[in-house]
């Protein structure tokens, strides 16, 4: 647990706005202590995240981002536990595109479904 900045996270509006505000946040709430450097891709990475949580999700869509010190995790929540699906990236469906683009540009992911929703996560170190 990072000592510097605290768990921090945000519920978004559904709409196309919520890329923008994901990015704002994030580039606020990320530890300038321990990921200063790798906070552009983590903000490319959570734009990706969030517009397939407006697009295919549904609410609520809920952005957090934690710093334990070694990494940097980063959740996107909504309301849909189906299993987002990646896809070559030669197609053009932007579900599989951002997933394709989170697995190439990140230390590790995955996905957490619950019942009544799923977190789609990454670490950047
Ligand atoms: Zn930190």
Redesign the pocket.
Known sequence: M?Q??PRAELELPVSREAPALAREFLRGST?A???SEVVDDAVLLVSELVTNSVLHGGPPVVVAVD?D?ATLQVRVRDGSPDLPAPRDAAQSDENGRGLALVAEMSADWGVDTEKDGKHVWFVIN
Request: net charge negative; with cysteine.
């Open positions: 990072c510097s900045t530890c202590e321990h990921h710093c010190e």
